[in-house]
């Protein structure tokens, strides 16, 4: 009996064909997605992911919050609408230098700033961004007055 013949052998080699597809379609996707799962400086990224929660728990003790607001649905190549609000006890800080930084994890040639605007009618501070590429993108805005520093940041997944 030859193999061709052989109805197990014919389902082992479509499966076979299968797996062999299904991983090569998983890593031309994460090639073109970078997550970046490896941090090169560890020990000293966790230092300053101290040094910042310490600085963001002592905002916190004298009132001052800042909350970022991003679409639900983060697309590329479509320009979209990231919104920050910056407040003490409920009023909002205007005058400030508020600026958005988008970096990509393993593609530092894409990264990117932008100084977002205070908006009158609804006392907080927006942009109109418009990410080039598809995948992870992580978001740090910073807002600074007068020695106030505040700091907010957040992952994203462009679709």
């Known amino acids: 009996m030859s193999i061709h ?3 197990i052998m014919m389902v082992m080699l479509m499966l076979f064909i299968i797996l062999v597809g ?3 379609y998983r890593i031309i ?6 997550p970046g799962l490896v941090v090169e400086d560890a020990y000293s990224s966790g230092q300053r992911y101290a040094i910042t929660l310490n600085h963001k728990n002592q905002l916190a003790q004298l009132g001052w919050a800042l909350n ?5 649905a983060v697309s590329h190549n479509i320009k979209q609408i990231y919104t920050v609000n910056s407040t003490q006890h409920g009023k ?15 593609e530092k040639v894409h990264d990117f700033s932008i100084n977002m605007l205070f908006r009158q ?3 907080k ?11 992870r993108w992580d978001l740090v805005v910073e807002v600074v007055k007068e020695g106030l520093v505040q700091r907010v940041s957040k992952k994203l997944f462009a679709q």
């Open 29 to 34: 996707i994460a090639l073109e997605t970078h």
């Open 22 to 24: 299904a991983t090569v």
């Open 68 to 72: 970022l607001v991003t679409p639900e």
């Open 121 to 123: 009618g609804i006392d």
């Open 92 to 106: 909002a800080l205007s005058d400030a230098l508020v600026t958005a930084y988008f970096y990509r994890p393993l």
């Open 125 to 135: 501070y927006q942009a109109y961004i418009i990410l080039p590429l598809k995948g």
């Open 5 to 7: 013949r052989s109805p």
